[in-house]
């Protein structure tokens, strides 16, 4: 665009010489000459962007040059007091400071000015010294002009960054599930921001044993995986975007300053591994591995390339490292979410069954002594009721997911939960609760009911206890739970096993736990948030 830009420019001044005949001032045929030749270069300029990325930027500064002798000669040409509006002043100077502003950075579009207002005032000033007749009024007043017009390029320049943006489009599916769907949108943005026919993406897990292949070619994805020993110490040393040709031996890299050249020997696996001669590859990296995007066949290769595929390469290590974030996050749910079920199954299912058989036994011998066995029968049926019962509400609950703001009065459940343990184990039970009413969220309610499930079961079973006291009371934001038996404690060991089942309970529900154990009994001491305010 630069190039074409000059072409035309160049064009434009030649026709308002040759259309104008107030134009040139003075040196007429020189005027002509210079207009002439300077179209000749421009298109040569034009012809070498379109066909060598190498020649379009090594040629660029001696360019640059040459459009500001132009610029300073056609001031000296066109330059009069009855030429206001035939000289090519703005335009040029316009021109040459949006050059150096897309093709460099804000420093050159800044050298560019100071050199243009340097130039044009001496000449203007060496013009008016050998009497030849300017308007100094209108001369000072163009480069006014000049100034605010660098300034505010020189700031859009330096607002500009030495990126890209790009709308990099979200592939459909549930975030942490679309990697191949990232990939692939990868693969067909790049080829279409440079029209290129053939891009592809190769790219190493940090805990992955193999190298995984994505090319575009013709419309057309394919993946497959190699090993990564061709490719893994070049990855860790590419540096940014680079543009190469290894049969000239030519390399236009992206680095901190900007675009630099280099020329020598080119070396690139994955160029070799395709059997490619010229083409753009830039590093990809994130969170989960490394790798490179490379894409040959372009429609043309310019600078501004490197930093769209060094802003292409960001957004999709970024991406990667969002998809991991995702589903790192949905493995530790789904993670919580086993552990809250095998906790919720353990303490009320499992414990009940083995409760349940506790009884068959004892029903056996009652019935070996000549009892008769209807009634604890019908109470066996009875426990089985409720159980199903709690089964199906957690069944629910599951499906459900919160329960909102529903609380339930806690003294009502315990007691519920009492009567029926001390039925099902035959053992004496105690419920100690302040007198006054004391809600809590329906989820709370559940975790409490599941810990004094599981304790009274460890100490029946374990224990052999005849008798289990539960204490709750609230204070200062805390629900403080204490849970007491007569059996004959834990096991004595160096250090004494806590029950696992609890102790995840408690520390899901962000509270502490602590355990005494002796041959008359065992405590639990249990404080959880209650939820209300302290």
């Known amino acids: 665009m630069i ?24 040196g007429v045929a020189g005027g ?49 007091p009855f030429t206001e509006f035939q000289s090519p002043f703005l335009a040029f100077a316009a021109f040459l400071l949006v050059a150096a ?30 009497g030849i007749q300017i308007d100094l009024f209108r001369f000072t007043r163009r480069i006014l002009y000049m100034i605010l017009l660098s300034g505010i ?62 090319r575009l070619s013709m419309g057309r994805i394919t993946s497959e995986r190699a090993g990564p020993d061709r490719f893994e110490e070049e990855w860790s040393e590419a540096p940014s975007a680079a543009i190469f040709s290894v049969s000239k031996k030519r390399l236009l890299m992206l680095d901190g300053t900007g675009v630099i050249a280099r020329s020598g020997e080119v070396t690139s696996s994955l160029a070799g591994e395709f059997c490619i001669d010229e083409g753009i590859v830039v590093p990809v990296h994130s969170a989960t591995g490394a790798g490179q995007m490379l894409a040959w066949e372009c429609n043309s290769l310019g600078p501004d390339d490197l930093r769209i595929m060094h802003t292409m390469a960001e957004q999709i290590g970024a991406a990667l490292d969002r998809e991991e974030m995702a589903t790192l996050a949905r493995s530790a749910a789904e993670t919580g979410v086993r552990h809250a079920v095998a906790r919720d199954l353990h303490d009320s299912v499992a414990q009940f069954l083995a409760g349940t058989l506790f009884r068959l036994e004892a029903l056996r011998r009652w019935i070996r002594e000549g009892n008769d066995p209807e009634g604890e029968i019908d109470s066996i049926k009875n426990a089985l009721r409720r159980e199903q019962g709690q089964l199906r509400l957690l069944i629910e609950r599951l499906r459900r997911g919160e329960e909102g703001n529903r609380r339930t009065e806690m003294a009502d459940e315990l007691r519920d939960l009492l009567n029926e343990a001390g039925l099902h184990w035959h053992i004496e039970t105690e419920l100690v609760m302040p007198d006054k009413p004391m809600p809590v969220p329906v989820q709370l309610s559940h975790e409490i009911r599941q810990l004094v499930r599981e304790a009274i079961a460890n100490a029946v079973r374990h224990g052999k206890c005849r008798k289990v006291r539960v204490e709750l009371a609230q204070e200062s934001g805390m629900l403080n739970l204490r849970i007491d038996d007569d059996g004959t404690g834990f096991p004595l060991q160096p250090e004494t096993i806590r029950p696992r089942s609890i102790t995840e309970r408690v520390e899901a529900l962000g509270g502490t736990f602590n355990m005494q154990s002796n041959n008359r009994g065992a405590r639990l001491e249990i404080a959880i948030r209650s939820g209300e305010p302290a």
Do not use: K
């Open 3 to 26: 190039a074409t830009g000059r072409a035309i420019l160049a064009l434009s001044f030649l026709l308002a010489l040759w259309l104008d005949p107030a134009v040139p001032v003075r």
């Open 32 to 80: 002509y000459y210079l207009a002439s030749g300077y179209l000749v270069w421009t298109a040569v300029l034009m012809i070498i962007a379109w066909r060598s990325w190498w020649f379009d930027f090594r040629l660029a500064p001696l360019a640059q040059g040459i459009d500001i002798a132009v610029f300073v000669s056609a001031v000296y040409f066109t330059e009069s």
């Open 101 to 130: 502003m897309v093709r460099w950075n804000w420093r050159a579009t800044a050298l560019t000015a100071a050199i243009l207002l340097i130039a044009n005032f001496a000449f203007g000033v060496a013009l008016y010294e050998l």
């Open 153 to 214: 390029l020189i700031w859009l320049s330096m607002s500009r960054g030495t990126g890209r943006a790009i709308d990099f489009p979200d592939p459909p599916g549930l975030l942490g599930e679309r990697r191949d769907g990232l990939l692939d949108s990868a693969l067909d943005l790049t080829a279409s921001l440079l029209g290129a026919r053939h891009v592809v993406l190769a790219f190493g897990g940090n805990e992955e044993p193999w190298v995984e292949l994505r």
